[in-house]
């Protein structure tokens, strides 16, 4: 049974928007307070720890002082999340994909509200053992949901479920 679009579910993927993006910025503002400035925080010794670093540029430091790229790129990505969001059926079988649709649109924003707030993005989760950047909860939403969409996209879902966000010229006649 196909159902169709109401406030109620629209208020829920804004609520839960909201949610990861509160979410995020509360663990930056921690790190602020408790990280920056200081030692890092050793939580596991030679594995794992929290370290506080302003990044001014992408995923992995790359692009430094790019902020007006990021901008458009954040507003862009947020754009189409809300278009596929709203243009897919209102089936149970879709939910998977709009969540992971909120979690990238979600770690988007968090990430977008430091570099227009503070000029850069407050990073703090080190992994030491194999030294991988230092990254954060923004980062953690936006990774996994991409690798989840991306095996959603490859396993879960059949290319013609998908023809519903971009239908062909033949389908529209």
Known sequence: MKQNFTWKRAGFALISFLLFILLDQW???LAVKHLMGQDPFVIIPGVFQLR???NRGAAFGMMQGKQIFFVIMAAAAVLAIAYIYFKLPWEKRFHPLRAVGLCIAGGAVGNLIDRVMLGYVV???YFELIDFPIFNVADIYV???T???ALLILFYYKEEELDCLFPSK???K
Do not use: Q
Request: charged share 35%; net charge neutral.
């Open 147 to 149: 690798i989840i969409l």
């Open 27 to 29: 663990t930056k503002s």
């Open 52 to 54: 506080y670093l302003e």
């Open 170 to 172: 033949k389908e529209k």
């Open 143 to 145: 990774t996994c949901a």
């Open 123 to 125: 990073d703090f989760f």
